[in-house]
Structure formats: structure tokens, C-alpha cells
């Protein structure tokens, strides 16, 4: 059976694919739910397939094996092939079945919507990108899915497309991913360089000896940008809070779960690249901070449900960088894996509140709504508990983990301890805000809104997706590392950083960061179950500091005149006194010259064909007198 | 001495011939002028042993293009309407430069014709022996010249058919 | 015996007067008379310089000639008629519409 299973791994990225083809060309003529129920039983079997695939790793005998589909270019390494082992399989699993659970949902949000059929086509074909993105056996394979998750990512911002800011943001994130793309393709011309394979089996193993420090870290800081533009790190991760025009779902699969954690997952991935340099580690943990820092302030200000939760994600991710920067690759993966569930479940209660507020997302008009919807509020207060790092919950474990990484790793990365705790007493408080301003307090709602508990297509994965934020964390605790075990075989060969040893120093790590997460939790608790007058004055006493987190430092201001503008107007000049006069007035030119020469000998074309023949005998006759003179 | 005699009487022949061509101003006369054009070079011909080439001359040029002439001079009716007075103002200069060239080409050939002939040596053979057979006219024909034989078929075959595609009379409706 | 160098004087007078009438005449049939002078001239000249040269590949040469001639006389009689099908004109004169 798991045999069977692991044959037919292809099938997880065959069936979302399938699905997407299928409802590309029949999906516009099917009844509204078949379309998104045919879609969700794709990648629901895609979930089967993988999870009965990964049953050996869960008993512990399972081996990582490499499955070659088809052989493209085997000399460079860039093959069809699918590399099984527990950190694709983790992948593979949270992909498929978050994305599972989002998908039914999606069902129930986009019901009434004229593109529906459309709207699944590109969910699923995200899943097959994202799924040919971590089970590639080759970094040719992931960039190919790397690059398709981006388009799907362009795709679905955009679906709403005739919205122009809709168009805009997905031309935004197409663009500043480009940059990325741009340190990923010069990272993999660098790697190919040196192995003269892109095959993850001929570099992981050999890595040590032939890569130096130097290439390593030029390597190591050249994914980084890659996975910066990607996951949305410093300075690349304007295009997330703007990716929010997407359709909540989408928000929820791609820029939360799923694909923006394609970054994580390349370096986590390239754990023995990293290995060595230790220079890209640190900027890895350190940009990973500065952004968990930067977007915790932004997301405190924000009042638009979507903005804060971007931001949110944007913070989050920043900590999976600081984990993985920190060599601590468990708790990055740990944390990667409880974020997608608790992280999912707060786009998709938004959703249900956005739904049941007719499409408003502005918290000040919001306030109250638990009486009126109490599924999404109970599940969105269970993931807001998650991730402010209230124990037991999922949150609390694997921020912990990375927290206490940080603190035994030392010297540098201790400040990025102090960092992380003070992001972890932000993200605590802007989460509670957030819940506090649309749940709790009085209502202030206009009086055409009628909020209602959404239906139970939707509330459904609300309630999985909060079981799961429940018991999630409990596959990695001091009490019992499953999840380290699960993983271990991956980073065999690369050093690792675990957090403190013993139970005191767990208690006092643990102690800290719930202290931290009690703090934001208590003050903006207190702050905002007050009316708006009051917690209004609140914020505006924190005038001016409070008017840059709100507008997010103004950084869109501010690439907007060093980066775009300027672009803009090179290219203006590139368009009108390059191209215009020279290109065109060399193309223009020969068209001119042609013209001119066919107006002057035109006359020769008399239309006589004895005219002709007189030619031809004068050309005939000047050849034999030629002839006749060079003696031929 | 008898070469002589023939050669001075055919060219004769096939030089009136020729300007009959040009000069008549009833096509059927000139098709006649032609015909004793080819019926002379024949002749000549017979005299350099070609026998073959001879035949040929007879029996597809004077036989079966000149018959095709006529039937077309009949088929699209005599046209006298051409007067010896030159339309075009160009062509009269032109043709009157070329004449010139032509003609002293002409006495030049005549005067300074007596070229040495330096025979190549790889396809020689004694022409007089083979006493103007076909069989040495086929011998090189059909191994050296083979698949230019085989591509001369087609295009007799293409020219048909292009024929009959050109002259081909669809009525209206 | 002749010297060859006078049937080349004969070619080469059959071929101005080809060539004259050629650039001459407006009737497109007299025309393609002409061009049988032409070829025919030319053919006499293969033929008298293949005995010379005792070379029979002379002989061989005129025989693809006369078959190519045949076929250009066959399609170009057959576009003579076309042509006077349209304009009831056999002079290439009055069949100027590629004038540039």
C-alpha cells in the first residue's frame, strides 16, 4: 500500500493539475459547486496520496528516495524527479491539506461570483505548482515550480482584475518578485558552476568539499534574496499587504499558508549550503528579524482586517527566517507548519467576516459581531490565542522553540532573541486588537449591514483549521520531539540548533515569552474593549509614531521616488529619445531608402516586354564582351 | 567539296529563312520561313553526323512544334494589324545600339572565327567511326546524362499539364 | 571540308536575325519564332563544335535543348491564348499592366 503510494506520488501533483485542466476547458459550464467540489476532491486525494506516502516516515523506517519521472537533461540534472523524504512530505501534507480546507471554504466565499469556475481552475493550479515546488528532486524542478507559484500568486491577486487596484497589486507582486527571481536564477547559474548539476543528490552530499566559504555565501545570500522577494522579507516585501485584493481564500492558501513560505522552505532545503557561511546565516536571521520587527509595528496601526493580517504574516515569516538563519531548521519548519494553520484560520474567519459584513474590511465599522457570528469568533479567538503565544496552543510551542534557539545559539542572535520577544509582545498585541475592535465592544455598524454566521461550507474548515491550531503544536515539545525525529534524517549532515537544555531553562524560556505575550495581550485588551472615543484618543496619543506604523513608514512613498519613478523615467527616455529617433529612425531610414531608390528606378519597369528583351540582350552582349576582354 | 556545296546552299537557305521570319507580315508566312530554317539546319545536321539530332529536328520541331504554330495562327486568326513603323521611342534606340553590337559580332566571328579546337581529352572519341549511330548519341545519354533525362520527362510532363491548365476554357456559370 | 569557324558565322548571323525580330516584331507569335531561330542557332553551334572536337556530348546537349524547347513553346502557346481569350490581342504591347 505505501509502496503503491510512493509509485504513485506523481499523482499529488497530477490530480491538482488534472483538476485545473479539467475545469479550464468544462468548469465555466458546470452548476456553481461542482466546480469547487471537483476541485477540492482533487486535492483532497492529492492530501490521500501523500498522506498514505508518508507512512513510513511516521513509523520511523521510512527512507528518503529519489523518484525520476523523466529524464530532461540529465547532464545538467535538471530532471522530472520527485524527491521523497519527511520535509517534502511535511510540505506536501500542509499544502494539500490546508489547502484542502481552504478550498471548501472557497466554495462557500465565492458563491454568487461570475468567474467561479475560473477562481478554481487557479486555486488548483496553484497547489500543483506549489506541490511541483517542494517535491522537486532538482533545483531546476523547484525553480520551475517556484516561477508557477508566482504566476498562479499574479493570477489570483488579480482575479477581480477589473478592479484597478486589483491589477495593480498583482503587477506589484509580479514585479518586485522578479527581483527575487533574479538572485534565484544567479544563484542557481553559481550552483551549477560549481557542482555542474543543479540535482539536489549531487551537491547536498558534496557540498563540503568543493564549495568555499566565499561562493557558499554568495550562494547562501543570493537565495536569500530570492526567498526575500518570495516571503516577503525586508526590502522586497511590499507586494504582500497590496496582495490583499485578492479574494480572501486566496490570501488565506498563497499569502499566508502556502507560498510565501517557498522562502523558508529554500533554505531550510539548502540547510548544507548555508552550512557553510556562516556570514549568510546571520544576515538570513538577521533580516528575518528586522522584518518580524518592521511589519509587528505596521500591523499595530493598521484598521483594514486583511492589512493586519499581512502584515501579520509578513512578521511571522520573519521569525521562520530568524529560526532557519539560526540553523534552529526544526523550529523554522515547526513554526512554518503551526502558522499555516492558525494563520489560515484568521484569513479565513476575515473572510466569513467580510462575507458577513457585505465585503466591509474596515475594523472601526466592524465591533461586536461575536453575538452575531460566534463559530468564526470562538475559531479566530483560538488562532488570535495561537499566535499571541498563549500555551497550549500550536503558537506557543514551535515560537518558543525558535525563541529559545535563539537564546542558546548566543552572542548575536541573542539580540535577535530580545527582538523576537519584543515582536512576540506586538504580535500579541495587535492580534488582540484586531479581535477585540471586530468581535467584542459595542457595535458600529452601519444599519444596512445585517452580519450573520456564514454557512457551514464555511464554518467547517473555521472549526478543522481551530482543532488543529489546538493540537498542532503538540508534535514538538520538550515533552516529546516528534517533529525533530520526523526531520532529523534531512538535516543529518548539517549541524542544528535546538533550544536549552533541561526543564529549568525551558521554564524560564517558556516563562519569558508568555510574560511578553501576556503583556501585548493584557494592553491591548484593556485598551480596546473601551468605545472608539477613548481607544481613539489612545492611538492618537501616540501621535506621530502612531501615524507611521499606520501608513507602514510610508516605504511605498518611498520606492516609490528612489526606485519607480525613476525606472519610469529611464524608460521614458529609453522610449522617446533612444528608441523614437534612433531605433525607429534607423528602421524608418531603410524603409525611407528603399522607397527612395524603387522611386528612380521604377522607371526601368516599363511594363514592355520587348523593353525587356532589349535589356537582356544588352546584359547578355556586355557579359560575352567582358568575357572577350579578360580572355576567358 | 560536297561539304562546301551543301554548306553554301543550306545557309543560304536558313538565312532567307530566318529574315522571312521577321520580314513577313502574315504569321503563316513566317512559320513557313521558319520551317525552311529548320529543314536546313537539319541538313547541316546530317553533314556533322548527327543523325539523331537530325531526325529529331524533322520530325518534333519541323512536325510537331511548327504544326502547334500553326494551329494557334489559325486558332486566334491572322493579325495583320502590326505596322513595321516601331511604337515604342525607347526601343528604337535600344534595338539600334544592339543591331550594331550584333552585327559586329557577327563580322567578327566571320573574320576571326578560325579558332584552334583543343578537344577535352576525357570525351573524346573517333565521331567519324561511329558514322552518326543512335547508339552513340543513347550510350552517354542514358549513363552520364541520366538524371538530366529523367528531369527533362518530368518537365515535358509538368510543361502538358501546365498547358492544359492555362488554355483551359471555363464557361461562365 | 569547311572550316567549323563558318558555321559558327552561320549561327552566329541565324541568331542576330532571331534577335532582331525579336526586339522587332510585336506579334507575341512571330516573337516565339524568333526564339526558335535563336535556339536552333545555338544548337547548330553545339553540333558543329561537338564534331570538331570529335565529342558526342554536343549531339546530347541539343537533344535536352529540343526537348526543353518543345515544352516552352507547348506552355508558352498555351498562355499566347489565354491571353488573346482576354484581349483578343496578340501583340505584347498593348499587355503593359506591369508598367512600375
Known amino acids: 500500500m505505501t509502496d503503491l503510494a510512493i509509485d504513485l506520488l506523481w499523482l499529488v501533483i497530477l490530480l491538482p493539475l488534472a483538476g485545473a485542466l479539467f475545469l479550464h476547458f468544462v468548469g465555466q459550464r458546470l452548476p456553481e459547486p461542482m466546480a469547487g467540489l471537483l476541485a477540492s476532491a482533487a486535492i483532497g486525494l492529492s492530501f490521500l496520496v501523500g498522506l498514505v506516502g508518508a507512512f513510513p516516515f511516521f513509523q520511523g523506517d521510512g527512507e528518503a528516495t529519489t523518484i525520476l519521472l523523466w529524464s530532461w537533461m540529465p547532464a545538467i540534472g535538471a530532471n522530472l524527479e520527485l524527491l521523497w523524504d519527511p520535509l517534502s512530505a511535511l510540505m506536501t501534507l500542509i499544502v494539500t491539506g490546508v489547502g484542502f480546507l481552504i478550498h471548501v471554504f472557497a466554495i462557500g466565499y465565492m458563491h454568487g461570483d461570475e468567474r ?61 518578485n522578479r527581483i527575487g527571481d533574479f538572485g534565484m536564477m544567479v544563484a542557481l547559474m553559481l550552483v551549477f558552476a560549481a557542482f555542474g548539476t543543479l540535482s539536489y543528490a549531487g551537491i ?72 557553510l557561511s556562516p556570514t549568510a546565516q546571520v544576515t538570513v536571521a538577521t533580516i528575518g528579524a528586522a522584518t518580524a520587527l518592521w511589519a509587528a509595528s505596521i500591523a499595530i496601526a493598521q484598521y483594514d482586517i486583511k492589512k493586519v493580517l499581512a502584515y501579520s504574516t509578513i512578521s511571522q515569516l520573519g521569525y521562520m527566517f530568524m529560526a532557519v538563519g539560526a540553523t534552529a531548521y526544526v523550529a523554522g519548519i515547526f513554526h512554518l507548519m503551526t502558522h499555516a494553520f492558525f494563520k489560515a484560520l484568521l484569513f479565513l474567519g476575515a473572510g466569513s467576516v467580510i462575507h458577513a459584513m457585505s465585503d466591509e474590511q474596515d475594523m ?101 483549521l481551530a482543532a488543529l491550531t489546538v493540537v498542532g503544536g503538540f508534535v514538538n515539545t520538550p515533552f516529546r520531539f516528534t517533529l525533530e525525529h520526523f526531520l532529523e534524517p534531512v538535516f543529518e549532515g548539517v549541524s542544528m540548533q535546538h533550544p536549552p537544555e533541561g526543564w529549568g531553562m525551558f521554564a524560564l524560556m517558556a516563562g519569558i515569552s508568555v510574560f511578553a505575550g501576556l503583556v501585548g495581550l493584557a494592553a491591548a485588551g484593556l485598551a480596546y474593549r473601551r468605545p472608539m472615543e477613548d481607544w481613539a484618543e489612545f492611538e492618537q496619543g501616540l501621535q506621530p509614531v502612531w501615524g507611521w506604523w499606520e501608513q507602514a513608514y510610508r516605504v511605498d512613498d518611498f520606492y516609490n521616488v528612489t526606485v519607480v519613478q525613476p525606472g519610469k523615467k529611464a524608460a521614458e527616455a529609453a522610449a522617446f529619445s533612444v528608441d523614437l529617433p534612433v531605433i525607429d529612425g534607423a528602421v524608418n531610414g531603410v524603409g525611407r531608402l528603399a522607397r527612395g531608390i524603387g522611386e528612380r528606378v521604377r522607371v526601368l519597369q516599363t511594363g514592355q516586354v520587348r523593353n525587356y528583351a532589349a535589356l537582356l540582350f544588352a546584359g547578355a552582349i556586355a557579359l560575352v564582351v567582358w568575357l572577350a576582354v579578360t580572355g576567358a | 567539296m560536297v561539304e562546301a556545296v551543301l554548306f553554301v546552299l543550306m545557309a543560304v537557305a536558313a538565312l532567307t529563312g530566318a529574315v522571312t521570319v521577321v520580314l513577313a507580315r502574315n504569321p503563316i508566312y513566317s512559320a513557313i520561313g521558319l520551317l525552311g530554317t529548320l529543314f536546313s539546319v537539319a541538313v547541316i545536321y546530317v553533314v556533322h553526323l548527327a543523325h539523331l539530332v537530325a531526325a529529331v529536328q524533322v520530325i518534333v520541331y519541323a512536325g510537331a512544334v511548327l504544326t502547334l504554330f500553326l494551329f ?48 577535352a581529352a576525357a570525351s573524346v572519341i573517333d565521331l567519324d567511326a561511329t558514322n552518326g549511330t543512335v547508339a552513340a548519341v543513347a550510350e552517354p545519354m542514358f549513363t552520364d546524362w541520366v538524371l538530366a533525362f529523367e528531369a527533362t520527362a518530368l518537365l515535358l510532363t509538368i510543361g502538358a499539364a501546365g498547358a492544359v491548365a492555362l488554355a483551359h476554357y471555363r464557361r461562365r456559370n | 571540308m569547311v572550316a567549323p569557324g563558318w558555321y559558327m558565322a552561320l549561327a552566329a548571323a541565324l541568331f542576330l536575325v532571331g534577335a532582331l525580330g525579336l526586339l522587332i516584331r510585336r506579334n507575341a507569335l512571330v516573337m516565339f519564332m524568333c526564339i526558335e531561330l535563336m535556339l536552333n542557332a545555338v544548337n547548330l553551334t553545339l553540333v558543329a563544335a561537338g564534331r570538331a572536337l570529335n565529342d558526342i556530348n554536343g549531339q546530347v546537349a541539343v537533344f535536352f535543348i529540343l526537348v526543353v524547347a518543345a515544352a516552352e513553346v507547348v506552355v508558352g502557346l498555351a498562355i499566347i491564348v489565354s491571353i488573346f481569350r482576354l484581349r483578343s490581342t496578340a501583340s505584347v504591347d498593348e499587355l503593359s499592366e506591369m508598367k512600375g
Open chain 1, 116 to 176: 467561479f469556475g475560473r477562481f478554481f481552475v487557479n486555486l488548483n493550479l496553484f497547489a500543483a505548482s506549489m506541490l511541483t515546488l517542494v517535491l522537486a528532486g532538482n533545483y531546476a524542478m523547484l525553480f520551475l515550480g517556484w516561477e508557477l507559484v508566482g504566476l498562479c500568486s499574479y493570477l489570483l491577486i488579480g482575479f477581480w482584475f477589473t478592479r484597478d487596484s486589483a491589477a495593480g497589486a498583482a503587477k506589484k507582486a509580479f514585479v518586485v
Open chain 1, 204 to 275: 547536498f552530499d558534496r557540498a563540503g568539499e568543493v564549495l568555499t566559504t566565499g561562493v557558499a555565501t554568495a550562494i547562501g545570500l543570493l537565495f536569500l534574496l530570492a526567498a526575500a522577494g518570495k516571503s516577503a522579507q525586508i526590502p522586497l516585501y511590499v507586494w504582500l499587504p497590496d496582495a490583499m485584493e485578492g479574494p480572501t481564500p486566496v490570501s488565506a492558501l498563497i499569502h499566508a499558508a502556502t507560498m510565501v513560505t517557498a522562502g523558508v522552505y529554500l533554505v531550510a532545503r539548502s540547510a548544507a549550503i548555508f552550512e
Open chain 1, 364 to 464: 472601526r465599522k466592524m465591533g461586536g459581531l461575536l453575538s452575531k457570528m460566534p463559530v468564526t469568533g470562538v475559531t479566530m479567538g483560538i488562532a488570535t490565542l495561537a499566535i499571541a503565544g498563549v500555551p497550549p496552543l500550536a503558537g506557543f510551542w514551535s515560537k518558543d522553540e525558535i525563541l529559545g534557539s535563539l537564546f542558546a545559539r548566543g552572542g548575536w542572535y541573542g539580540v535577535l532573541w530580545v527582538v523576537g520577544l519584543l515582536t512576540a509582545a506586538m504580535t500579541a498585541f495587535y492580534m488582540t486588537r484586531q479581535w477585540v475592535m471586530v468581535f467584542w465592544g459595542e457595535p458600529r455598524w452601519s444599519e444596512d449591514a445585517h452580519p450573520h454566521e456564514s454557512p457551514g461550507m464555511m464554518t467547517l474548515p473555521l472549526i478543522a
Open chain 2, 72 to 119: 494557334v495562327i489559325m486558332l486566334i486568326g491572322v493579325d495583320k494589324s502590326e505596322r513595321r513603323i516601331e511604337t515604342l521611342p525607347s526601343q528604337r534606340i535600344g534595338v539600334g545600339a544592339i543591331a550594331i553590337l550584333l552585327i559586329a559580332g557577327v563580322v567578327a566571328i566571320t573574320v576571326f572565327g578560325n579558332f584552334e579546337w583543343v578537344p
